[in-house]
């Protein structure tokens, strides 16, 4: 018998993906970028949000520089009869004002006015804190510094000169953000908060050194850098601090006018803060000792649902809705708007990012 041999070949077995799997496969595939795209996506609003943030907070941050460099400083000049010398603001007992014979005297140069009308109320928070806003509050007063380094002294640049005083009108308002149409998400306009400041003399020997910008009489809006009196004649002259201590009708006035107050893109202007939706300034204050007039009340307590206690709006009764350490009528102290001595102010600023539809305040005290 023959024999016949075979020869074959051992052929390797191909692995391969069954379509099932492929899906399976694509699945997870598709799973994962989705995933590290959703990562990718929070990363980058985590980013935005936070950087958004930063800049809010740094904006507060420096209003509220400025605003504890002006009002930490002395207000009044210096007077040796009165509590520290009358220099701060909580030194003027003005809530003595004809009683016993105490009575109070004006401060000889300087001054701090005050307009801060009831706020809106919004209601309560989930905490029950009372919330409230206010868009037509504003300070106006005197700021004198040291002038210990030039640092230290308010300085303006007008025609390419610089001049620089220790003294000056400061005012802290709010103005509508000219065209924007961007409001909050609650339908709220928004504002620029403005800080607006002119120089001072703060005496009569100060005077020449702010008077070389003046060839013409002098009147706002023109050459806003320096405190000048409403009608200006010649020889003309800058505004001391005794002068714009006075609480004088227009066209005698010397301080910046309610109106220049409330306008905005004047010269000298520094918009603060952007985007506001409140200036707030609440005050904390002694009311009249005397019982045979009417007062402004004390602040409203906890009880009465002021959660901001002791701080309150300081016109709470009061026809007038303002504070001025001068009388109405000069040289009678009886005639002060509020005769209550400010122990110290809240200033709460209220802010909102359009990009992010959130808000975000910043509360200060100064108590002086």
């Not at 006018?257 to 000298?268: E, K, P, V, Y």
């Not at 005639?335 to 359009?354: E, G, H, K, N, Y």
Request: hydrophobic share 35%.
């Amino acid at each position: 018998m023959t024999l016949i041999r075979t020869c074959g070949r051992n052929r390797p077995t191909r692995s391969g993906f069954t379509l099932p799997e492929m899906m399976v496969a694509m699945a997870l595939s598709i799973g994962i970028m989705v995933i590290l795209t959703e990562a990718f996506k929070m990363a980058l609003d985590f980013t935005r949000v936070a950087n958004s943030q930063k800049v809010m907070i740094l904006q507060l941050n420096g209003v509220s520089a400025s605003l504890s460099q002006d009002m930490r400083s002395e207000h009044f000049l210096p007077d040796d009869g009165k509590p520290n010398r009358g220099v701060r603001l909580s030194d003027q007992f003005m809530h003595k004002v004809n009683v016993n014979s105490q009575n109070w005297s004006a401060p000889r140069g300087g001054f701090f006015y005050a307009y801060n009308p009831q706020p809106t109320s919004e209601g309560t928070d989930a905490e029950g804190n009372a919330m409230s806003y206010a868009t037509n509050h504003f300070l106006h007063f005197t700021s004198i510094r040291s002038g210990a380094t030039e640092k230290d002294q308010f300085t303006v640049n007008s025609g390419g000169t610089i001049y620089r005083s220790n003294a000056a009108e400061v005012a802290y308002f709010l103005v509508p953000m000219p065209g924007n149409p961007k409001t909050s998400s609650g339908g709220q306009p928004l504002y620029n908060l403005v800080r607006r400041y002119r120089l001072v003399a703060q005496t009569a020997d100060d005077i020449n050194s702010l008077l070389p910008p003046f060839t013409t009489p002098l009147t706002p809006p023109d050459g806003e850098v320096i405190s000048v009196p409403a009608v200006n004649p010649s020889p003309y002259t800058v505004n001391t601090l005794a002068t714009v201590a006075k609480m004088l009708p227009a066209p005698t006035s010397y301080r910046m006018s309610f109106t220049a107050l409330t306008s905005a893109g004047r010269i000298g202007d520094d918009i603060l803060q952007s985007n506001v939706l409140s200036f707030q300034v609440l005050a904390d204050w002694d009311t009249n000792l005397n019982p045979g007039v009417t007062t402004t009340p004390l602040p409203v307590n906890y009880s009465g649902g002021n959660t901001n206690y002791p701080y309150d709006y300081l016109t709470r009764s009061a026809i007038n809705p303002a504070f001025d350490t001068q009388p109405n009528t000069p040289g009678i102290s009886s005639t002060v708007p509020q005769a209550v001595r400010i122990r110290s102010l809240q200033i709460t600023v209220r802010v909102f990012d359009p990009n992010l539809k959130q808000a975000r305040q910043n509360t200060m005290t100064f108590a002086k």
